[in-house]
């Protein structure tokens, strides 16, 4: 990806540039000339424009070779977007209709065209705003089971899931920013960290010394490395979901990679649990955002009951992978302890996604990127204050994630720290 020719575009270089695809002129209509394109690209890494033309409109999504938050400094292989437009593809044959659709993927430029999703906004914006998303629950856990089991060794031949694990282990630059930010850095006194101080001194320091933290950390960070489970979106946060009140879609899969479930259930969890502990600077009096806090609450339950339930029904009715070879289960004595060895899956899946929850937590707070959730809060204290709840609370579900009975205990958690 990224060949001899490859050049960051501009608002004024992409038009001519697209006119040469016929199926993007088809979509847009019209001549080049007649194109609007504007930069909107809010993320840490890559340039996103809107391409409007008279009939239709289009995202372009191009990657840079170096991350755009911190500079030229950092190097970043361009051909992570060969892996964005392919997971884009994969999970739209798994849970249709929830990516963007897309529309072309140019390996010179390093750039994928895709469905412009409209009047949709960030989910994450919305979170800080208050505002609720009818279908979030039921969108995002068919779209975790979906995509999340099909690419598993429960649905597919072994020779063909290791045949799609090839293609994403190429990954592995995005895949170690995961491993240094999310599960590393946030431990040790790490350059590019940062927390709100002086407020959080005291307990970035304390956690760096905590030893069940490290080794609990790391042993979620050995999941990460090596339980290629199934093709996970590897940056599942309320800033990779868009919404309206009638539509929700997952963008932005440019870190996927084979790697554990749980990494993909906690991302979003655990966001959501950020989201709900910022209310406490987002409310214009003491309390005024308590329906909304109820309302992501029963966004999280919901998020994870509606994904373990439709997960065992796929594996239930659809289990057609090497893995459980279905023709061991034809009785009915062996169909129950099937169902017993799938609770006990379910169960070790629930672990490990409290446990990458709360990785995903930490880092937000003491590591390199930090949330809007909290960093729009302009009251330094009041900010602090819901930070330090999150990071206990983070460290309670990495290191007694085994303790939590059920998602309902992690609810009453979440409310109890707040
Ligand atoms: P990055 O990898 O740099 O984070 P994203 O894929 O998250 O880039 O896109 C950055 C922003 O561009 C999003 O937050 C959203 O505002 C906008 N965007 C991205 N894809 C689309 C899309 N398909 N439709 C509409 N807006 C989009
Ligand atoms: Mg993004
Ligand atoms: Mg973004
Ligand atoms: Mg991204």
Known sequence: TGGADYRPMTESTLAPYLAG?????????????????????DGNLNLVFIVRGPKGALIVKQALPYVRLVGDA?????????????????????????????????????????????????????????????????????????????????????AEKKKQMAVFCANTELCRITEDLVFTDPYRAAKLNHWTSPQLDDIALELRADGPLKAAAQAMKLKFLCHAEALVHGDLHSGSIMATSTDVRVIDPEFAFFGPMGFDVGALIGNLILAYLSQIGHEDEKGGRDGYRAWILKQMVDVWTLFSARFVELWSTEGKGDAFTAELFADAASRAALAEEQARYMRALFEDTLGFAGCKMIRRILGLAHVADFE????????????????????????????????????????AAD
Request: hydrophobic share 50%.
């Open 21 to 41: 695809f016929s199926e993007v002129a088809a979509i847009l209509d019209g001549v080049p000339q007649d194109w609007k394109v504007t930069e909107v690209g």
């Open 376 to 415: 729009s809060i302009a009251d330094k204290d009041v900010r602090a204050s819901g930070e330090r709840r999150a990071l206990r609370l983070g460290r309670d579900l990495v290191v007694n994630r085994a303790r939590f009975a059920n998602i309902d205990a992690v609810a009453a958690a979440v409310v």
């Open 74 to 158: 950092w190097p970043l292989p361009l051909d992570r977007s060969f892996f964005e437009s392919q997971a884009l593809i994969t999970e739209d044959a798994a849970a249709p209709g929830l990516v963007p659709k897309v529309v072309l993927f140019d390996a010179m430029q390093a750039l994928v065209v895709m469905e412009f999703l409209t009047p949709h906004i960030i989910m994450r914006k919305g979170l800080i705003d208050g505002v609720e998303f009818p279908r979030f629950a039921a969108t995002l856990s068919e779209f975790m089971a979906q995509s999340l089991f099909k690419t598993s060794d429960l649905y597919l031949p072994a």
